[in-house]
């Protein structure tokens, strides 16, 4: 009997959790169109709803329309959500606890240009009607960081003390926000999220801001060995010089995406998702306290 051949589901993303194996093949099957450097992994995307309705408003920030939540005038942070984008309910009630647990306002912009993924079509896993490939392109680094840099110089003016927090897409944005280029400092904090698109230049150029990480143990976009890069070079090289304060939080056994887009009701999932607001929220306290 001839062996069988592996079946390509077209997206099995919501297997990833479970098994390793089936993480690495779905990976290659994903992103054979093109580096991960410059496009979303599909968990990026794929997502499951959260319960719960947000309590921001929209507003703009920057001449961009933005989320807004809670009352803080002298402390804030921005948000650079990911490839779901600013309406996505997940992200703002995110926001939302970051504003109450935290005491912040949160500043969510659309960085997309009014560009929404269909939500239906990532679902039901519909890529044909999901143009990938443009959407990438209209939302590249340097499309998007003249934006993104201007609105934390916005908000840098308007409050005593600023924090960044960056899921997937918002992870390199952060890291950029934290870069040692920019004197004085735009952000007195830095919170990175299973990030995609992050460079080693990135890592190299980054600052003395407090910097957090929130890695998902498997994770095509933030491998093994960028990871190493990045604590190596973040942590390790940079004792006793112009060191860093840095928290790593390791989160095994759950994927990339899973802080914004895991499934709340399935035990392991919703115990990374809380270790991941908690631990943004414990941050923010620290650094942003007026």
């Known amino acids: 009997m001839k062996d069988a051949k592996p079946q390509r589901h077209p997206f099995p993303c919501k297997h990833i959790f479970r098994t390793k194996t089936g993480l690495v093949y779905f990976h290659q099957y994903f992103n054979t169109m093109t580096d991960t450097t410059h496009t979303f992994s599909s968990c990026c995307i794929k997502h499951f709803s959260w319960s719960g309705t947000p309590s921001g408003t929209e507003s703009t920030l920057s001449n961009l329309p933005a989320y807004v939540t809670g009352t ?3 402390a804030a942070v921005l948000y650079v959500h990911d490839a779901l984008g600013w309406k996505f309910s997940n992200a703002r009630l995110l926001a939302d606890h970051f504003a109450k647990e935290a005491n912040v306002t949160v500043y969510m912009p659309d960085f997309f240009g009014g560009e929404r993924l269909d939500e239906d079509a990532v679902k039901e896993g519909r890529w044909g009607d999901v143009d990938m490939p443009g959407f990438t392109k209209r939302n590249a680094r340097e499309v998007r960081e003249p934006e993104i840099f201007e609105c ?3 908000l840098r003016g308007r409050y005593e003390k600023l924090g960044t927090v960056g899921y997937c897409f ?21 919170v990175c999220a299973h990030p995609s698109w992050m460079t080693k230049e990135d890592i190299d150029g980054y600052g003395s801001a407090p910097l957090q990480f929130l890695a998902t143990e498997i994770d095509t976009m933030f491998p093994p060995e960028l990871k190493q890069y990045a604590f190596q070079k973040l942590i390790i090289d940079r004792q006793g010089k112009d060191g860093v304060a840095a928290d790593w939080v390791h989160l095994p056994g759950v994927a990339h995406g899973c802080l914004t887009k895991g499934d709340e009701h399935i035990e392991g999932e919703r115990e990374a998702m809380i270790r991941g607001k908690d631990s943004a929220v414990a941050w923010f306290k620290q650094w942003l306290s007026t």
């Open 72 to 74: 803080n005038t002298l």
């Open 152 to 154: 934390a110089r916005e």
């Open 170 to 190: 918002g992870g390199w944005a952060v890291m950029r926000l934290g870069g040692k280029e920019h004197k004085p400092p735009l952000v007195d904090c830095v």
